[in-house]
Every structure is written in C-alpha cells, then in structure tokens.
C-alpha cells in the first residue's frame, strides 16, 4: 500500500502557522518579484481569485476584500515542509519525498484496519507538531494515491485521510476526477482526451489498453492508464531525481547592462547546483537563456539560449557558475532590454561513481570542492540562505546614501514576512 502526504495549500499553511490570526481569512502568496498569485487560501479561491492572476488585476477588482498578501518565502515553507517530512520519517516504515509539499510513504507491514487510524494520527502529530494542515491518501499505487489525497483535502467525513482499497471506490473516484487533474495528464494530453471524449478519468479508464497504445504511442500515458485500473507500474527511481534542473526568474525592471545580468544569473547557476548536490546528482550540461518583454512591442525583441558541455560532470557551485557566466557572455547583445533569465543544468546523472576526464580536474581537486560546498551548504542551512556566497552572486548597487547594498533590489518581495526558524535576527519576541 502507497500514501502520499500533501500539504494543503502550502505556502499559505506556512504563512499561517505564525499568524494565527490569519484563520478563516484570504490569504494570497505572490510569484517571485510580487507579479502573480501563485497560493490562495480556500477563503481566497471562494471570492474567485484564480491562480496566476497579476497582482494588479486583483487589487482593482478586489478594491474592498480585505485580503492578507505575501511574497514568497522559499527559506521559510523549505524549512516547515521539512519539518513535515521529519515526521513523516518517525512515523512511516519508508519514503520519499516527491515535492516541497508532497511525500510519498510506503506502508508496507501496517495492518489494513490500522491504515485509517494510521493516518489521522499523522495527521494529527503534524497539526500539533508543525502547525501544517496535510491531506493524505492511501492505495495501491501512486496515481490513486494521489487521487484518495484529492479526495482527503475535498470532504471533511475522510477525516483527512482517504483510502481506496477495492474496485467500488477506485471507480466512485475515478468518475469524480476530472481526466485534467489526473496525476501524469499535462495539459496538451488533457486537450486531446477529451476531444475523443474522455472528460473524467473513469472515462480514460474503461478504455481498453491497445487504444491507449496505439492513440498516445507515450509510455508515461500508458502507466497512468495502468495505474487507473489498478496496477502499479510507475518506477520509484523516475520520482526520486529530476532529468533537469531549471532556475529562471523575471527581473525587477528591464537590465540592459552584462554585470547585472552576470550577478542575477550567478544566483540562478548556484541554485541549480545546491539543488543538484541535494539529490546526489550531477550535471555534464549548464545551459543559459535571455529573454526580453514580449509585452512591450516598442522595444526590440529577442529570445537567446545556448548550452556548454562540461568535461567532467559537476555539482560544484563554482564550476557550475563558470559555466553559465561563459555561456551568457556569448549569448549577451547590448542594445536589448532583457527581462527574464535562467539557467538550465541537463545530462543529469548520480554522482557516484564519476567518469572523469583524462585532461581535466584530478580526483583531489574534485573533492576538495566537494568539501568546500559541503561546508558552505551546512552554513546557509543554519545561518540562513546566502549567508555565503561567492563573489559574482552579490549585487553591489549603491542605496541612496551612496553605500554598497549586497542583494540589493535582487528581487522585489515587498510583503515577505520573516524567517523566524532558520534566522536568529527574525527569532519571534514576545512580551
């Protein structure tokens, strides 16, 4: 039997935890640099605030609403999601986590009448423990999983735990599932399916095997087939690890200069590689893109991105840096007004054992770096996120009393509340 642990309405839940007064109140959590709503609280989705809505848009057509708005805060909802894991950990007999908000549990050794009291006591210990409100679902397979979890966050009489465990209620779910919100069905597949008529996910179910095959000609498509009537198909390895790490944002304004776009594009290469170290990974291809704003007509227009090979895999912040600094140094045309950047690492592989080249760093080298991010990544989780960082991440625009501001306007997140878990300077007073 597989479970997943979902938290319910993530970022909002984290804001929450230390705003009690927050309850039963609105609550939005805008993208990176304040520019869409990427939360919202069941409060807010019941006054019809979609997701992706601009900010603006919602402060003129909600002019009257008092709604609490926030920046995101990816140091805070990391550290009290992995709190959630940490418990997942005592209490599960083995996991994985799949999200920031998503845990994947496998219960093999727990009685079934022990299943749903299992469950509401996990639940349970994260609300008091954390503060996190979780959904969980329990099956078969992953994609139920997923689907009894859906089920757990919709009605109340699961008791935040919702288990499918035989045919009748694997086929009530998978008639009140719409075939867009499967697990595994993107958007352009969603299209297609009902096109030919499938509009809920019993509708793509009952269809017989060869169709599938011979319709999608995907083996991604086939296992969610499988998965929805039952079978359990989806290999764990292809959860764990991603294929390919992309770290992009939109800037604070248009940059028009190559040190600013150095320094923004040293923080996004740095991302990639803490997050290629985190999943034991490495990576043989570090990619760079720019682009301008389509939405401006008046200004010249243009979409660049180009790749660099490294000679021996890496994960080290400092090579990876390199790379993309060498590759956005070929890819840079004055005369453009550049609003988003990125940085994309592919040719991701484990990064034991290592194939290294004859001509490049030696095994000494290698782990002397290793060493040195293993230090640095122990740093910032304690002291907070850069509280490191090497030299070409620092922004260096002066303040207005003509002083060096490290990170200044690096991203705009007017409304970010504090870190009172991972930083000390933010440790919460009481009176």
Known sequence: MYGIVDCDNCYVSCERVFRPDLEGKPVVVLSNNDGCVVARSNEAKALGIPAGMPYFKMLQQYPNQDIAVFSSNYELYGDLTSRVVSIIRQEAPAYFRYSIDECFVYLDGIRHDRLQPWGEHLYGKIWKWVGMPVSIGLAPNKTLAKIAARLAKKFEVYRHCCIIDND?????????????????????????????GCHTAYDFAIHHKDWVRMTFNNINILRT?????????????????????????????????????????????????????????????????????????????????????????????????????????????????????????????????????LFDLDAEHIQKFRQLDKVVDRINKRYGTETIVI?????????????????????????????????????????
């Not at 595994?184 to 399916?193: D, F, N, P, S, T």
């Not at 034991?280 to 570090?286: L, N």
């Not at 007017?414 to 991972?422: G, I, R």
Request: glycine share 6%; aromatic share 8%.
């Open 391 to 431: 030299g070409s991440q620092q922004y260096t625009q002066k303040d207005g009393k003509g002083k060096a501001n490290i990170f200044a306007n690096a991203i705009k997140h007017d409304f970010k509340s504090k870190n009172p878990t991972t930083r000390w300077s933010d440790i919460i007073k009481l009176k």
């Open 168 to 196: 009748a209620n694997r086929i009530a779910a998978l008639k009140w599932l719409p075939i867009e919100d499967v697990w595994g069905i993107g958007r352009r597949y969603a299209a297609k399916l009902q096109a030919l």
């Open 225 to 357: 087939w499988q998965e929805l009537n039952g079978e359990d198909v989806v290999p764990n390895e292809e959860l764990t690890k991603k294929k390919s790490i992309c770290t992009s944002r939109s800037f604070n304004g248009m940059i028009a200069d190559l040190d600013t776009l150095n320094t923004h594009v040293s923080n996004y290469a740095s991302r990639c590689a803490e997050k290629l170290r985190k999943q034991g990974s490495v990576a043989s291809i570090v990619g760079v893109f720019l682009s301008t704003n389509p939405f401006r007509e008046d200004l010249p227009q243009c979409w660049r991105y180009e790749e660099r090979r490294l000679v021996t895999p890496s994960s080290s912040t400092i090579h990876i840096v390199k790379a993309a600094k060498e590759v956005l140094k070929g890819i840079y045309h004055q005369g453009y007004l550049y609003k988003r950047a990125g940085v994309i690492v592919l040719g991701i592989t484990p990064d034991s054992p290592l194939q290294q080249d």
